[in-house]
């Protein structure tokens, strides 16, 4: 089990396991977030509560083959006709369908000592929401002569209903720059 904090400071642990070359997040956990507490009518500064899942969805991803896991949370019968009662005992595999286009956007930066990737991914998702689909590591290294650390993720965006455009998703993209510039204290390069 590995901890990590969140950009506010907030505690967040899950399971990792590793499987077919990658690292499958399962029995994620974190502290709920204030709008959460706020929007429920409750006072942030008297009420703290955790929220916890066992991460079927990952689960399910890996056993049926589903490269989205925002496709359980669609009304899309394209995903949701390939499943029944009889789909785990028959090893449905899931036949993937014509999507929208994706949005490529890549941030390559020189990091802190303390950087941790799980911060970027939340601030990624705080601005993008359902349309970030992925974020991937895509290369890292250590500058020789000044010991500088850089890191490079490609942040894939794209709607599950819609087209999106490279103007939105890159009014969406600065704003994400801008906070890890001032949150991460990275050096943008």
Not at 45 to 69: C, P, Q, S, T, Y
Not at 170 to 184: G, P, Q, S, T, W
Request: overall charge negative.
């Amino acid at each position: 089990m590995r901890g990590r904090t969140c950009a506010i400071d907030e505690p967040s642990y899950e399971l990792d396991i590793f499987y077919e070359d990658d690292w499958l997040e399962v029995l994620g956990c974190g502290v709920i977030h204030h709008e959460v507490l706020q929007n429920a009518g409750l006072d942030p500064a008297k009420v703290h509560g955790w929220a916890f899942g066992i991460g079927l969805e990952r689960i399910a991803m890996v056993l049926f083959g589903i490269n989205d896991i925002r496709l359980f949370w669609s009304d899309d019968k394209r995903f949701t006709e390939q499943f029944d009662e009889s789909a785990f005992s028959s090893k449905v595999k899931f036949k993937p369908f014509s999507k929208y286009p994706p949005v490529k956007k890549d941030i390559s930066m020189w990091i802190p000592d303390d950087f941790v990737d799980n911060d970027l991914f939340e601030m990624i998702r705080d601005e993008g929401g359902d349309q970030v689909e992925k974020v991937d590591l895509i290369d890292e290294f250590t500058n020789k002569k000044t010991g500088k650390k850089s890191k490079a993720f490609r942040v894939i965006w794209r709607d599950m209903s819609r087209t999106l455009t490279n103007e939105e998703v890159n009014a969406k993209h600065e704003i994400v720059l801008k906070r890890i510039v001032e949150e991460l204290s990275v050096e943008l390069r």
